[in-house]
């Protein structure tokens, strides 16, 4: 561990199990999501989380989260431990940690204004005066780039737009940490990319530590300082990004590199070359 | 059966234009039709002390059994008079006010209860989701009518239990509705992600759940209201509903029954007043669903 | 059919009828001394007390419940105090003429309901369908009590072709069934007719028709079956229907069957009567609904793996 254990998160031992179906007789059958996850996310970082999709790694994302408990294992995030799941203590601790989700539209009231849902999460952890709390979310709201839109429904921006609306909701709480899980999966890739600058450069802006869930190899690699591999529950490797992407250590993060799109045809070739002298 | 997952009623939230779509949508003659009948059976309602020529219990008798004006009745009767010589159709006025009034709080006593339990069960899930849906599917398997007529047998008549047991009738649909509603949403929708900004999971429900729910709501009190006009026009007519001498549609065609041989007019027009109303409310109620809910077009009610 | 999901429907059927038994309890005893209100106002004080005695009523709720409970499972509902035998006896004796009236509905139910759901869906557009359509709008919006009232007014009054109450002839029974199944009927005929136009738009169909089945064929192989699955269940709702149907038109027509002993002992406060009555009623409404249960889970197989609860994601 680099960082010093209270500045930052760190998730031991993580397990999440869910039950599959009731038996009237014997015991019920269960599924492990989660199957011993642990790692650190330090201040400021940022981890991306691989995995195709069953891999556990959205499970992973919302146990970091707090959203929910894990069957086992241990969360301490900034020296503290998430207050149980709908308490009032765990709902202070919201502002901490927020989540981005992939589906901007299912995850704003499709009747209240943008600027209004940011200011209502603002108003739900400050005593804010009318006028401050409106003030500062159009602050956020222009610092996400929907400086002039505050007004607007959900169903008048589009998909991109939308979601900046949901960033800007989450990082009005100021909080430590971002789970972003596949947040920028169901956007088109042009808007993608704007997306996930808007991440880069608030994240140096507000000092944010972020956890990147995606099944997009290249988005994590190009927003990750570290990454995590995630197979059938299992967190398989973690690494620094660079050497991750570079040397895969374990053959299904070799496999899984293959699939990503190359840029060149040389780089093509040269890939498919030590992926087969590796294999 | 019963308690699985609504989810093809769990609609998500139409957008806000739903109002301005209502209103460009061009009704049709008949929908128009059934809008002026309503129209006037509320007017009916609320004034009926200025719109009744007579009042409801003014008898008159020498003039009894009289034929409606146009059948060769005293044209100041224009419905005819009744075996005590009162005026059908001030009658059928305050009958009108009586019946819409039980409706209307029935209607909304079934509505606030199957709304709040419904998000109570989908709330806390487990045994209390459990519990809930019994009573749901309970309600559901035992004819309403009759566990009516059971209550109001033990219990003797009065206008206030009969006003409760009608209220309690039909709140298992909206409990359905809105648990099936909440269920969606607190998944993995806009309730869920509004309580991880740390909202109180009471403000979100009413903020922001409630809100949102109020189109379908709506559309199930249109089916739900004929039914209940149906209902207490059936206890009344029974002679177990509202007691003489107060007036419900139901009791006076039940009164008018006895002299069906004799003078016709006195119970059937109430009988025509509750077939036009429930008829035109169900139009009203179709229309308003293939307004609001392009999902449950071509679906059966 | 795996014997848990059967399990499961019979557990929930003796659930209900638990819950009306108690709910039963819970009215007697919260509406006043039973003692007071199961026996008439002129019993002897010794009849009160044996009735006290009989009933524990002297004891805890919970062994009152218990008597109650046992009473009731071996088909005692205590005493009609208008003559003076046992409910149980006066109940079912009404039985068979209220079965008569509601077997005759059913089967006009049937008749009239799916033959112009079907037609009206293979037809759709047409001008029968919007017949068949507008009809099953009045015949769901006319209380049938009002019906009953016009056609004793049309067809004994005024042209006396039937009578108009009572028992005893096949004319007799005409117009309490026509009243009772055209509500069904019309709310039949709208889900069939919408459920054939679910499956006929189906892909299935549109195999069956490139594969070169005849259409008729294929109507009557593929499309009514599958159409069948819903409709099923919608007449065992409406069942329920009948039931409380058969209470006004039973008294509208003066059919002597149990929903007219209903409202007659419910008007002289009968109450012994009253609650055989109804729990004869509950039990009926969970047997159909069973038997709804097992028609669609034989009818379609898939219906076990919906009735497992699924897992959350």
């Known amino acids: 561990m680099n960082a010093s254990p209270t500045k930052g998160l760190v998730a031991r031992n993580l397990v999440q199990t869910y039950a599959t179906g009731r038996r009237l007789f014997g015991p019920a059958e269960t599924f492990r999501a989660v199957d011993g996850a642990s790692f650190e996310i330090a201040e400021g970082e940022t981890l991306g989380i691989v995995g195709e999709s069953g891999s556990g790694k959205s499970t992973l994302g919302r146990m970091v989260a707090g959203i929910e408990a894990p069957t086992s294992g241990s969360i301490s995030f900034w020296g503290e431990t998430y207050a149980p799941v709908g308490s009032a203590a765990w709902r202070r601790q919201r502002r901490q940690v927020q989540v981005v989700f992939q589906n901007p539209a299912a995850v704003v009231d499709p009747r209240w204004t943008i600027h209004a849902q940011v200011r209502e999460a603002l108003t739900t952890h400050e005593n804010l005066s009318r006028s401050e709390a409106d003030d500062r979310a159009q602050d956020m709201l222009a610092l996400v780039g929907l400086g002039n839109m505050g007004q607007r429904l959900p169903h008048q921006l589009s998909g991109g737009q939308l979601q900046r609306a949901v960033i800007a909701r989450a990082l009005v709480l100021h909080p430590r940490l971002v789970i972003c899980d596949e947040a920028v999966s169901a956007l088109d890739v042009s808007v993608q990319a704007q997306i996930v600058n808007l991440l880069l450069e608030l994240r140096e802006r507000l000092k944010l530590s972020l956890m990147f869930i995606s099944h997009d190899l290249s988005v994590v690699r190009h927003i990750s300082h570290r990454v995590g591999v995630m197979h059938a529950g299992r967190l398989l490797e973690i690494g620094d990004a660079r050497t991750l992407f570079a040397a895969p250590r374990h053959d299904y993060t070799r496999r899984l590199l293959a699939a990503i799109p190359a840029d060149t045809p040389r780089q093509r070739r040269q890939r498919d070359l030590t992926t087969f002298a590796g294999s | 059966m019963t308690s699985t997952d609504l989810s093809a009623m769990a609609l998500p939230a139409r957008r806000f234009g739903w109002l301005t779509r209502l209103w460009k949508s061009r009704p049709s003659l008949l929908i128009g039709l059934s809008l002026a009948w309503l129209a006037l059976v509320v007017a009916m309602a609320l004034f009926a002390e200025f719109l009744a020529p007579y009042g409801y219990a003014d008898q008159s008798l020498l003039k009894r059994l009289q034929p409606p004006a146009a059948l060769g009745g005293l044209p100041e009767y224009l419905l005819g008079t009744d075996n005590l010589g009162r005026d059908v159709l001030s009658r059928v006025i305050y009958a009108m006010r009586t019946s819409i009034l039980i409706a209307l709080m029935g209607t909304l006593i079934g509505a606030c209860v199957g709304t709040v339990l419904g998000i109570v069960a989908a709330h806390f899930r487990g045994w209390v989701d459990d519990f809930i849906m019994m009573l749901v599917d309970f309600q559901a398997a035992i004819p309403f009518l009759i566990v009516a007529l059971a209550v109001l047998a033990f219990f003797g008549n009065n206008f206030v239990l009969l006003v409760v047991l009608i209220g309690l009738f039909g709140w298992d649909g909206y409990a359905r509705i809105a648990r099936g509603l909440v269920l969606s949403t607190n998944g993995q929708g806009y309730a869920f992600a509004i309580r991880t900004l740390g909202v109180h999971p009471a403000k979100v429900y009413i903020r922001h759940v409630l809100p949102n729910m109020m189109g379908v709501i709506m559309v199930q009190v249109t089916l739900n209201f004929p039914e209940i006009i149906l209902l207490e026009t059936s206890l009344s007519f029974l002679g177990l509903g509202v007691q003489p001498p107060g007036t419900s549609l139901g009791l006076l065609l039940g009164e008018g029954r006895n002299y069906l041989a004799t003078a016709w007019w006195i119970g059937i027009p109430a009988g025509v007043v509750i077939f036009l109303t429930t008829l035109a409310i169900s139009l009203v109620g179709d229309w308003l669903r293939d307004r609001l809910d392009p999902n449950l077009k071509g679906k059966p009610a | ?313």
């Open chain 3, 1 to 313: 059919m795996n014997p848990g999901f059967i399990l499961s429907k019979l557990a929930r059927g003796s659930l209900t009828l638990l819950l009306t038994v108690s709910f039963v309890f819970i009215v007697l005893r919260a509406s006043g001394d039973p003692a007071q209100i199961m026996l008439s106002d002129e019993a002897s004080p010794a009849a009160i007390a044996t009735f006290r005695e009989r009933w524990g009523l002297d004891r805890s709720y919970l062994e009152q419940y218990l008597t109650y409970l046992t009473a009731v499972l071996q088909g005692d509902f205590g005493t009609s105090f208008r003559d003076g035998r046992p409910a149980l006896d006066v109940v079912m004796e009404r039985v068979p003429v209220t079965l008569l009236l509601g077997f005759t509905a059913l089967l006009i139910t049937l008749v009239l309901g799916i033959p112009s759901g079907i037609i009206a869906a293979l037809f759709r557009g047409s001008w029968v369908d919007r017949l068949t359509m507008s009809f099953t709008i009045l015949g769901h919006s006319i209380p049938n009590f009002f019906l009953g009232i016009i056609l004793i007014l049309v067809f004994s009054m005024t042209l006396r072709w039937l009578p108009s109450s009572g028992t005893g002839s096949f004319w007799h029974l005409l117009m309490p069934a026509l009243t009772l199944g055209t509500a069904a009927a019309a709310t039949i005929a709208r889900f069939t007719r919408s459920s054939m136009l679910d499956v006929l738009h189906q892909p299935f169909m549109r195999t069956a028709k490139a594969k070169g089945i005849a259409h008729d064929k294929r109507i009557l192989r593929h499309a009514l079956p599958n159409a069948a699955i819903p409709v099923v269940t919608v007449l065992g709702m409406r069942i329920g229907g009948l039931i409380g149907g058969a209470v006004t038109i039973e008294t509208v027509f003066a059919w002597p069957g149990l929903g007219m002993l209903l409202v007659n002992s419910v008007n002289q406060r009968d109450l012994a009567v009253v609650q055989a009555v109804v729990l004869l009623i509950a039990f009926t409404m969970v047997v159909v609904n069973l038997m709804v249960d097992l028609a669609y889970g034989w009818l379609d197989p898939r219906i076990e793996v919906h009735n497992r609860r699924v897992a959350k994601a």
